[in-house]
């Protein structure tokens, strides 16, 4: 069993940066998929970025274009999301997952992500 472990969390003032960051010793063999999700209360778990390891493709969801950037260290065997100009919409529990994918399309489904971390709390002040 593959541990992923969030860190980075915090509340943090409207429009100010974060950064959270995930080691994830899975980031070494096969091809995968790395993401990064939310859930915040009363809400459904949502896909926020994702990477594909294959080619160093990125996604994101509409709503964070622009603000969040997903990247990855891959000697550090560790995932980041850069997120920028953040709002109180954006405060969620944020989760940090990795699974097998041989292409780049299929890392928006959550069903492909079989390795989870715990999370990390990120809370946007108004």
């Known amino acids: 069993q593959a541990n992923l472990v969030e860190s980075g969390g915090g509340s943090v003032q409207a429009g100010g940066p974060l950064r959270v960051s995930c080691l994830a010793p899975?980031?070494?063999?096969?091809?995968?998929?790395l993401g990064w999700f939310r859930h915040a209360p009363g809400k459904e778990r949502e896909r926020v970025a994702s990477?594909?390891?294959?080619?160093?493709?990125?996604s994101y969801r509409d709503s964070v274009k622009g603000r969040f950037t997903i990247s990855q260290d891959g000697a550090k065997k560790t995932l980041y999301l850069q997120m920028n100009s953040l709002s109180p919409e954006d405060t969620a529990m944020y989760l940090c997952?990795?699974?097998?994918?041989?292409?780049?399309?299929?890392?928006?489904?959550?069903?492909?992500?079989?390795?989870w971390g715990q999370g990390t709390q990120v809370t946007v002040l108004s």
């Open positions: 990477l594909y390891t294959g080619d160093g493709s990125t």
């Open positions: 899975v980031f070494s063999g096969s091809t995968r998929c």
């Open positions: 997952a990795a699974g097998p994918a041989r292409t780049s399309d299929r890392c928006v489904f959550a069903s492909r992500y079989n390795y």
